[in-house]
T-cell receptor
Framework: GNSVTQMEGPVTLSEEAFLTINCTYT??????LFWYVQYPGEGLQLLLK?????DKGSNKGFEATYRKETTSFHLEKGSVQVSDSAVYFC???????????FGKGTKLSVIP | KAGVTQTPRYLIKTRGQQVTLSCSPI?????VSWYQQTPGQGLQFLFE???????NKGNFPGRFSGRQFSNSRSEMNVSTLELGDSALYLC????????????FGQGTRLTVV
């Protein structure tokens, strides 16, 4: 079956530091890949997505590239802000399915 | 447009009772999925409905059930509650394309005592 593995953290960074959260996946066929973010007390919000190999998703300074050869979708941001503190989830959906398979989540704390 | 609405937001139930959670998707969305979120297991898929039909079901016991109505609203039911059912239950709705964004509600926090 499908699975997603991501670094679990927690990750603590100073403001303006560089962020990388690693995500690798196992899936048959050609899944779509997503990063979702969850702020305290909230549901999940889509941060970015990529639907085919070599696609780069980007939003709010965050980026991730769909790498089929390494089955990876690492999340990066060049300069984090305190407001980026949240839990980040890597996820995939298999071809033709609405079902999302999530990683365990990575809690990010950014300190001033 | 209005987002995904889940009711109630918080619920406290006693072991052995049953509970029904409700989800109203974004207008026009026909797919509704349910997830259980716990600190230990993370986000786990419960079931997915599309146009009133259950298309996928996760690895949960038969105590967990759901349905979807003709207006796309969905309910999930948990019978004979156990302490381990305490979790945040999240509902997500999606538009017509499977690889588009899933919009999540704020969830129902269920506590079983």
């Amino acid at each position: 079956g499908n699975s997603v593995t991501q670094m679990e953290g927690p990750v603590t960074l100073s403001e303006e530091a560089f962020l990388t959260i690693n995500c690798t996946y196992t899936a048959t066929g050609y899944p779509s890949l997503f990063w979702y973010v969850q702020y305290p007390g909230e549901g999940l919000q889509l941060l970015l997505k990529a639907t085919k190999a070599d696609d780069k998703g980007s939003n709010k300074g965050f980026e991730a590239t769909y790498r089929k050869e390494t089955t990876s979708f690492h999340l990066e941001k060049g300069s984090v802000q305190v407001s980026d503190s949240a839990v980040y989830f890597c996820a995939l959906s298999g071809a033709g399915s609405y079902q999302l398979t999530f990683g365990k989540g990575t809690k990010l704390s950014v300190i001033p | 447009k209005a987002g995904v609405t889940q009711t109630p937001r918080y619920l406290i139930k006693t072991r052995g009772q049953q509970v029904t959670l409700s989800c109203s998707p974004i207008s026009g969305h026909r797919s509704v999925s349910w997830y259980q979120q716990t600190p230990g297991q993370g986000l786990q898929f419960l079931f997915e409905y599309f146009s009133e039909t259950q298309r996928n079901k996760g690895n949960f016991p038969g105590r967990f059930s759901g349905r979807q109505f003709s207006n796309s609203r969905s309910e999930m039911n948990v019978s004979t509650l156990e302490l381990g059912d305490s979790a945040l239950y999240l509902c997500a709705s999606s538009g017509k394309d499977w690889n588009t964004e899933a919009f999540f509600g704020q969830g129902t926090r269920l506590t079983v005592v």
